[in-house]
């Protein structure tokens, strides 16, 4: 196909570009046009961009994953090394790096990115194919493998490195390889061709990001034929491997937003709400079971053997994401943060170089993150995410612009119409509920702001010029429609009083315990904060009052949570097993008691730590 030009690129790097999508209400802003302050997410982002991407470079060389390519073009004589779907762990953090090209123009980032594109587009085979597992012998393999060997799954990733490269640089020869491949996917699978799904769901949610990035039917198709052998519109539950469901619904959401069909939206607002209702931790991640890295039964959340994968926590997260732009709605909103904040961020050590694959709730064993995981799919999920944070965090529809999640940032985009906008935010969230948006149109325009009222907020004030402002919430987002000038300032208010969560008591795991939560936090207590208590034995009184206190030196700067806890005494002697009542403890001796935020846990040296306490009335 022929090249495109300068003059045909758009070099604004979208999560998902859904300007155009029809069924879609609430559009992502480009990642380029935010741009974070001394917040939050800026800190984390900068250590992704400075230690986790090289480190995770330097790392998949050492395991022969960029080698794989060498040996295909011939460039290098080398055993193929890793699993077989090694090759989308490259082009995840392909991804990731260009991502980060999208908001900082990192020299070195780009330089190690142009090594690996030369590497990739040179294994490319003359028909479009490339895949560094069936090559040489297995050549003749290709297709015949497709529900255990992920072909498909290292496709779709393929497409999505390439697409956020194009549009991040404008560069096309990345972008053109892929396309190749995309067409050769066309011409191989589809009505009467290969009428077969891959195993691990990915390529479909990429195929419609390639249609929405070329406009070619055909990408678009090929995602419905396979949504479509997925029988989704058949689905009641999202069940089986955790990350493999979630991506499916992403596909299905994506799709859903190009073509409106009734019974994909039906599915998804049933499984959303099985999800959601009865299969999700918490701290938002997903997967019960360590065998087949599978959902549970509904209630059925484990702590202590909690799988919780962060890819199936950033699926998660990417799936709310998509069904937050499709209905406008604060649940999903509310999903993307916990996710963010919580299991997501739980995955990946606070320098950003060591990895967390599963992501339990109970912790009494030696459990580390490490800097490689045989299967390295978890650490190349995260470097991407955590570059596309600004992109999550606004959104622009018809009606105004939307302010998702909150964090200390500028944005610098346009209204639908196309008249230019600026938002200065600034905030200490998610340690203090305090937000001012200072909003200053081009011109000035009559539009709605909508402040998204997290879930979890019990009380809030809103100040606009300095005047009360008294609006109705809607779905989780209050609007303010009327006629903006420049500089007009919005002060936002949410209280952020200590929690103690219950669960469903059909959660079994959970009876009789609570989990300590402030603002979108979930917090555990771990042993380097707790030196005398045995984590097992403590228990909190539901009369008990914690405290929250800014430690700036504490874990990178986190608010800690101070109460008191009881650890019983005189059990050690009991049996095991015996009479309802026979035992009688001694009196309950009291401790005080630090909470810390669950994502920072284990990294401070081996540690026990639970995030579930029982409770005593």
Request: negative net charge.
């Amino acid at each position: 196909m022929a090249k495109l030009t300068n003059a045909d690129l758009s070099t604004e790097s979208f999560i998902i570009d859904t300007r155009k999508s029809p069924y879609n209400r609430v559009s992502s802003v480009p990642i380029g046009a935010v741009k974070l302050g001394d917040g939050f997410w800026k800190p984390r982002m900068e250590a992704n961009r400075l230690n986790g991407i090289p480190a995770l470079l330097q790392q998949l060389e050492a395991h022969g994953a960029i080698d794989n390519f060498r040996r295909v073009s011939g460039r290098k004589a080398v055993e193929r090394q890793g699993p077989v779907f090694t090759d989308s762990d490259v082009y995840k953090w392909m991804e990731g790096a260009a991502l980060v090209l999208a908001t900082t123009k990192d020299p070195a980032i780009k330089s190690a990115l142009d090594g690996v594109i030369d590497e990739v587009v040179a294994a490319q085979q003359e028909d479009g194919y490339l895949n560094t597992y069936f090559w040489g012998e297995r050549a003749g393999e290709r297709f015949t493998k497709l529900e255990s060997d992920h072909e498909l799954y290292c496709a779709g990733h393929m497409f999505q490195a390439a697409i956020a490269h194009h549009r991040a640089t404008g560069e096309t020869k990345f972008y053109d390889c892929a396309l190749r491949l995309a067409d050769y996917l066309t011409q191989e699978f589809g009505p009467g061709k290969i009428e077969q799904v891959d195993g691990h769901a990915e390529v479909e949610m990429a195929l419609t990001e390639l249609y929405r990035a070329t406009g070619k039917t055909s990408y678009l198709d090929l995602a419905g034929f396979l949504i479509n052998l997925e029988r989704y519109e058949e689905r009641k539950q999202i069940t089986g491997h955790a990350v493999r469901d979630g991506y499916i619904a992403a596909s299905a959401t994506d799709y859903y937003a190009e073509t409106g069909k009734p019974g994909i939206k039906n599915a998804l607002d049933i499984v959303w709400k099985d999800m959601s209702s009865s299969k999700v931790y918490i701290t938002g991640g997903l997967g019960a079971r360590y065998a087949g890295e599978a959902m549970g039964d509904p209630f059925e959340l484990p702590n202590e053997n909690a799988y919780a994968e962060t890819c199936a926590t950033i699926a998660n997260a990417m799936w709310s994401f998509r069904l937050l732009g499709v209905h406008g709605q604060g649940q999903y909103a509310d999903m993307l943060e916990t996710s963010l904040y919580n299991g997501f961020l739980s995955g990946v050590s606070l320098d950003t170089t060591h990895w967390f694959y599963m992501n339990p709730l109970g912790c009494f064993r030696e459990y580390q993150r490490s800097p490689w995981h045989g299967c390295t799919c978890c650490p190349t999920n995260v470097v991407r995410t955590l570059a596309a944070i600004p992109g999550y965090m606004y959104g622009v529809s018809n009606e105004g612009v939307w302010v998702h999640l909150y964090d200390d940032s500028t944005m610098d985009y346009q209204l639908a119409d196309g008249r230019g906008i600026r938002i200065d935010q600034k905030t200490h969230y998610p340690w203090d509920g305090g937000v001012r948006l200072t909003v200053a149109p081009q011109t000035p325009a009559n539009f709605s702001l909508y402040l998204r009222v997290p879930g979890w907020n019990r009380e809030m004030s809103v100040e606009v010029n300095g005047e009360e402002f008294k609006g109705t919430i809607s779905n989780g987002y209050l609007e303010i429609r009327r006629e903006w000038k420049a500089d007009d300032v919005v002060a936002l208010d949410l209280k952020m009083p200590v929690e103690m969560i219950e669960a469903d008591p059909r959660v079994i795991d959970d009876a009789g315990r609570i989990a300590l939560t402030r603002g979108p936090i979930v917090f555990c207590v771990e042993s380097p904060d707790n030196l005398n208590l045995p984590l097992r034995g403590i228990s909190v009184s539901s009369k008990d009052k914690f405290e929250a206190d800014y430690d700036p030196k504490l874990l990178g700067g986190v608010v800690k949570l101070s109460g008191h806890g009881e650890v019983a005494r005189g059990l050690d002697e009991a049996p095991l097993y015996r009479p309802l009542g026979s035992v009688k403890s001694e009196k309950p001796q009291q401790y005080p008691l630090v909470a810390i935020p669950y994502y920072a846990w284990a990294n401070r040296g081996i540690s026990q730590m639970q995030v579930w306490i029982p409770v005593r009335k």
